[in-house]
């Protein structure tokens, strides 16, 4: 019997091939995939621990899409506008993506006035008044 060398979640012929899924910090979710990066954000107000985390993303080499999905956030302030330029700035200065899919129309509206609708990744239409 020979001992597999192969690192956990992988199999003789190659790597698993599913997401991996990190519960981070309470209502964020982080899948990595080989082409992006998925944050899932499921509560109201993003916090401090979320632009950490992000940030962690951000700065780790990975996956060239980073993609947020705010599940329930439905607002945003002008910081946290201006944090999440900032960071989607030092994503493309890494050589990656950062985009927001599918927001509300209230963190589109936020984001638009801190000239970042350029992030935004519509799938389907109109996401809520």
Same mark, same amino acid.
């Given at each position: 019997?020979?001992?597999? $060398?192969?690192?956990?979640?992988?199999?003789? +012929?190659?790597?698993?091939? /599913?997401? +991996?899924? +990190?519960?981070?910090?309470?209502?964020? *979710?982080?899948?990595?995939?080989?082409?992006?990066?998925?944050?899932?954000?499921?509560?109201?107000?993003?916090?401090? #621990?979320?632009?950490?985390?992000?940030?962690? =993303?951000?700065?780790?080499?990975?996956?060239?899409? *980073?993609?947020?999905?705010?599940?329930?956030?439905?607002?945003?302030?002008?910081? =946290?506008?201006?944090?999440?330029?900032?960071?989607?700035?030092?994503?493309?200065?890494?050589?990656?993506?950062?985009?927001?899919?599918?927001?509300? #129309? /209230?963190?589109?509206?936020?984001? /638009?006035?801190?000239?970042?609708?350029? *992030? *935004?990744?519509? $799938?389907?239409?109109?996401? /809520?008044?």
């Amino acid at each position: 019997h020979v001992a597999s $060398t192969a690192p956990a979640g992988a199999t003789a +012929t190659g790597p698993r091939r /599913g997401p +991996t899924k +990190t519960a981070t910090a309470k209502g964020i *979710i982080v899948e990595t995939h080989p082409k992006a990066t998925i944050v899932r954000v499921s509560r109201e107000r993003l916090g401090d #621990d979320f632009f950490v985390l992000l940030a962690e =993303e951000v700065a780790r080499e990975g996956a060239p899409s *980073i993609l947020l999905e705010f599940r329930e956030l439905q607002a945003m302030d002008a910081t =946290e506008g201006r944090a999440l330029a900032a960071l989607a700035d030092k994503a493309t200065a890494a050589g990656r993506s950062l985009r927001i899919v599918n927001p509300h #129309d /209230g963190v589109a509206d936020a984001l /638009g006035k801190v000239n970042l609708s350029s *992030i *935004i990744l519509r $799938t389907r239409q109109g996401t /809520g008044a």
